[in-house]
């Protein structure tokens, strides 16, 4: 299995960068709010079924590579690897995925406050009989 992972990321490393983006990245524990420089690289590929499942067809997917550059010191380097059945044929495609990558974190919170602030998995709705 580690091979094969080092295979699809070499072929995404390998395809020329398409463009920068500039990302958002919220202030989080240990790091300020800041902005990143990603190099955005993007290819269609195919996923072969593993060997002892012949009989599965291959799977076409798209990759985007979105690596921050000119990380400032001290600071571990972004690098998103971002699969998808949805096609990317172009920069601003790509660029659109990782934009929808960025909003995880607004989703984090929206997820934490509804379990720890509402406790809504306390809440149990129930049929209420007449």
């Excluded at 934490?112 to 129930?126: A, H, M, N, Q, Y």
Aim: with cysteine; charged share 30%; glycine share 4%.
């Amino acid at each position: 299995m580690q091979d094969e992972q080092a295979r699809l990321f070499e072929a995404i490393q390998r395809q020329p960068i398409a463009g920068y983006q500039i990302v958002k990245l919220p202030r989080q524990k240990n790091r300020p709010a800041r902005e990143a420089k990603l190099a955005i690289r993007f290819a269609a590929l195919t996923l072969c079924a593993p060997q002892d499942k012949a009989h599965l067809s291959a799977l076409e997917i798209w990759t985007v590579l979105a690596k921050e550059e000119d990380t400032p010191e001290g600071v571990e380097p972004i690098e998103w690897r971002l699969l998808t059945t949805l096609a990317v044929q172009s920069f601003e495609q790509a660029c659109e995925k990782v934009a929808w990558y960025t909003q995880r974190w607004g989703i984090e919170v929206f997820h934490r406050t509804l379990k720890s602030g509402c406790r809504i998995e306390d809440r149990r709705l129930v049929t209420v009989t007449g």
